[in-house]
């Protein structure tokens, strides 16, 4: 096995017991001792995971990888999750390469059910309740209690902040979590530091198509009708007020042929990016992305070809993200990087999951790593390290 | 070209002599030289003997230009480089062999232990040698990237002084060629 020593603390998030006990300065190397901003430049040069690795050396590198903290890496794939052992695989885009993270005890936890950057939307069953987790620091913050049997039932998460404070560290209580549940018919919304969470919005005829996005303070979802629900939430009750707006695409497929719908918040543009695959063998065969474009009174699906110049797209149920190629190295451009998450929340299921980069200009689909990652039956979800 | 001489007083009261051109790589000592206080010479209070001299052969090698050297440090000549229509390819050449040249200076430079590049990043980062300071900065993560945290402690002979609670309470990360790399 690898060596144990290659390790990180786990940050306990809003704990109490902050260790302030006495710091032993026996035979310190010159090295602990460098001017914080020295420090900083090293710091600043390394990438993931040697920025956590470098931060578990000794207690005054510590500080400083506390205090310089970025907010996001390069993107990556979590491919093997055993939340009841609390073991988490990686595979890292950048340098081809596979890592590992345990955590001692787990989490007692059955099922990932969102994931947002680095957070991960964990349900823990026997206390019906929610948890978010960074794999990557242990930081770990428990969403308010649903008193409600379905419980089990979100499938689609998604945080409006981030739930850690940066500045201090602490939780932050006023940070927005939205959910859908089984069946989408239900707008869930709570804070962090609220007592439960509210149904906001509530389907009886149709329901929404499983996406959910947070775009310019707003959030975005579709319904079985083809409306485009554009929600924003205000006061103190985070009261929310619906627009509805039916926004006509064109686009016509066969009718062996199916279509999933995904908006992605693509930096000044809201997307939307359909999935089509083929009934018979459930395998993408293409996919078609639309702007999403206001005029006054007006909104408009237009079809786009290309990505933005040097853009790669991290498509997945859970989470989209649009990512600059130049920014991080080892990515195609103007490429689709998918993968298929629905399936979460049914544990490990029979069929294989779908992953691959679809090139956009030749509608060529290509396997994302040279090599299969073990185990074969878990959705890929897309993360976002950050510590 | 001639230049003026400069003298420095290292911490341990050794004088060495640098010219006026290649001082001028570090901000600091070009501030004292633009202020006029050249007469006799300048003390470095916090820059021994035997780093002193390889101070010098820095800013010899880059005395006068602050810029170039960090593009170097940054991995050397933009392999993208757009080829424009007049482009001069002679002169690309000598430039490459210009940046190999230096590249391989900076390879010999920097070949000394963790002790030496430490006094050499304190002195750079005392002296506002912004190109020395980069590549001593770029040396310490090199000799930390891709290691344990075991390794990179050994790299710089820190010990951890995390206690057994905290080391029981960790998170592991693991690399999975750990096994065929590590011990090389």
Redesign the interface.
Known sequence: ??????????REVGSSSS?N?E??????????E??NH?TE??VN???F??I???G????S?RSVYTEVRRPRYHPMVLYEYNLQKGTFGFYSFEDK????????DGYQSRHCVGSCESWLVLSSPYLRNYFLLN??T?ARVECPYVNRPDVDLFTKVILLDSPIDLTTKETNYYCTVVALNLFSTELNICRLGDARWNVVLKLDREHFLGCLVYFKNKIYTLSTSGELWIISLSGPMLRATVEKVLVQINLTIGLEFQKECYLVEAEDYLLMVIRIKRKSTKKTVRFVIFKLVQNPGEYKWIREYNLPDDRALFLGRLCSRIVSTTEYGGLQENSIYFTDDKLLHKARVSEYPETGIYNIRSGIITPYHSFDLYPFDLPHIWITPSV | MSSTKIFLKSSDDKTFEIDETAARASETLKNIIDGGCLDGVIPLPNVSSNILPKVIEYCKKHGGDNGSSKKIANGGVDKDKEILPDYDEEEDKREKVRVDELKKWEEEYMDFD?QVL?DL??AA?YLHIKGL?DLT??K??SM???????Q??EN????????P???E???????????EW?FD
């Not at chain 2, 930390?144 to 075991?150: A, K, L, S, V, Y």
């Not at chain 2, 710089?156 to 206690?163: E, L, M, V």
Request: negative net charge.
């Open positions: 096995m690898a060596s144990r020593n290659s390790a990180v603390f786990m260790p006990r710091m032993k300065m026996a035979d310190h190397s010159r090295w602990s460098l001017p020295i430049m090293i040069r390394l990438g995971p040697d956590i690795r470098f578990a050396v000794c207690r590198w390469k596979v890592y590992w993270i345990n955590v001692r794999p990557f242990g | 963790q430490y990043m304190l980062n300071l900065v770029e310490a993560a930390i990237r891709g290691r344990t945290p075991d990179i402690r710089f002979n820190i010990n951890s002084d995390f206690t609670e905290e080391e309470e960790m998170i592991l990360i693991e690399d999975e060629w750990d096994d590590a």
